[in-house]
Every structure is written in structure tokens, then in C-alpha cells.
DNA sequence: ACGATATATCGGGAAATTCCGATATATCTT
DNA sequence: AAGATATATCGGAATTTCCCGATATATCGT
């Protein structure tokens, strides 16, 4: 757990904003239909909500899986990201312990 | 309270390291001796400590202050720096909560 | 096998960050 | 007032980050 490439990677409006979205995969992405939600929302999907381009963003989930606040799943031809809570409840942890 | 800005200013090695110095002055700055330490360490100390320069240190100060993270006084020549406990309960509680 | 679709990777220009040395400012001592 | 000490600010070179367009790779449907 690199803790200056967890906060590197917290470091940027759009990045936090594509975390906090994937809280409520649901009602921030009605669009998605295939496989339901279990595995995570599809990189085209956040890029559309993003805005940016799908090369952007698909670096930036790259950012936020080398920090461990992310976990993804590839189905076919998707790529399926979700949180990974744990990341974050040991981040929480940790700023009120060690930090 | 600025996420990002926070964020940013936890995302420095040595920016951490000062922060985490700073839980212990006692322990962690014994040369100090001027005011004891319940105005916190004065910048002199902590750069001597970080074994960077003196402007980068003061800069690095300032960052960390500007993100709410620590308070300064000024007494006399010497500014002296403590963490600003509430902010660093705000973001746990933050990372709990929102993100 | 071929074309379409989804994602990842590459190369790069612009902006921000890192950290420095030099200098400015504030306060202390004499 | 003058010199010493502590800190802040300025200017800049090197590195990193941001975000893009172009291209590569992987999987799909036919």
C-alpha cells in the first residue's frame, strides 16, 4: 500500500469524481444493461459521463487500480470496474492512526 | 475544505513524513527547546529534520497549511507549525462518508 | 477471415510540481 | 542603527502530470 500513490492518485477532480460516481453504479449509469452491475461499470460508460477522452480515462482507472482503490473485471470485449472498498477502509484507518 | 487540494498536498514523501513527524514533537524534534512545544515546531527544526532546503521546506509548510492540514504561529522570529487535528478527522470521516 | 466495437498503449504539447539558490522581510540583540 | 537569525518569497531548471489524437490489441458478430 504505497500511501503517496493512493493520495497521487486522489489528487485529481476527475479521477475522485469517477470514484464517488461508482459508489451508486445504479443511479449514476442507467444506461449500462449488459451483465448487470456485479462486475463494475465499462470504461465507455465513465468516459461518457466523464467527458473526456476514452484515452484519458482509461489511463485514469489504469491510475486508480495501481492504487489499489479500484478492481476491474474484463468480459469479452468490456472491461468492468468497481471499487475496492477494502482500499478505501484501510486508507480511512490509516489516516487516523498512522497519519 | 478542498479535496483535491488536500489531496495534493498529501501526495509529497516528505510533505507525509513532516505531517507524521509532527504527531510527536517531543520525540521526534529533542533540540527543540525554545517555548516547549505547545505552539508546535518551528521550521528551523523540521528542515534540519527533512534535510531539504530552508525555502523548500517553508514552501512545503505553506502547502500544508494552504490544505488546512497544519496552523502556524508566529512568535517572535520563529514560526512554528502543529497539525490542525479536526482536519485530519474531517478526511477520514470524508473517506467514510462521501468518497 | 473480416469488419465493427471496446479498451489499452504510445507519443507529445501544455501546465503543474519539485526542489534549488538567491534575495526579501521580519524580528532580535547590541 | 547595524548585524545576526529565522522565515518567506522569487526565479528557474528538471521532472511529472494532464489530457489529447493516433494507433495497437482484444473480442465480438457475420
Known amino acids: 500500500m504505497d500511501q503517496v500513490e493512493i493520495f497521487k492518485a486522489l489528487s485529481n477532480k476527475t479521477r ?7 459508489k451508486d453504479p445504479e443511479g ?3 444506461d449500462q444493461d ?3 452491475f456485479d ?5 465507455g460508460q465513465i468516459q461518457k459521463k466523464a467527458g ?4 484519458t480515462v482509461s489511463e485514469y482507472l489504469s491510475v486508480l487500480q495501481r492504487a489499489g482503490l479500484v478492481k476491474s473485471t ?3 470485449q468490456w472491461t468492468y470496474y ?3 472498498e477494502e482500499a478505501f ?5 490509516l489516516l487516523q492512526t498512522d497519519i
Chains 1, 2 share one sequence.
Open 16 to 22: 475522485l469524481q469517477i470514484l464517488i460516481w461508482l
Open 28 to 30: 449514476n449509469f442507467p
Open 34 to 36: 449488459q451483465y448487470g
Open 39 to 43: 462486475n463494475g461499470v465499462c470504461v
Open 52 to 55: 473526456l477522452t476514452q484515452s
Open 74 to 76: 474484463r468480459i469479452g
Open 82 to 84: 468497481q471499487r475496492n
Open 89 to 93: 477502509a484501510a486508507l480511512s484507518q
